[in-house]
């Protein structure tokens, strides 16, 4: 994670750096901090496909905090 902050501090549009953010966070399972991370990196672009498929990914992040939140 220091090297994707301080990609962000150094660029802070950086779309690349949010993404390496997001999926440090999915690796320590902070899914709070993912769905965040997704939502900044979906605002960095204007690319229709990336913003569709971090639409989905925020969506599925959602969806395994909920599960894990109710033990399911």
């Known amino acids: 994670r220091p090297f994707f902050r ?4 150094l660029n802070p549009r950086s ?4 993404m390496g953010m997001a ?4 690796m320590q399972k902070d899914f709070d901090s993912a769905g965040k991370a997704y ?11 990336e913003r569709s498929y971090l639409t989905a990914a925020i969506g599925d992040v959602n969806k395994v905090h909920i599960r894990l939140r109710s033990g399911h």
């Open 15 to 18: 779309f690349g750096a949010m």
């Open 6 to 9: 301080r990609a962000l501090e």
């Open 23 to 26: 999926s440090t966070a999915l």
């Open 39 to 49: 939502g900044d990196a979906r605002d960095r672009t204007d690319d229709k496909d």
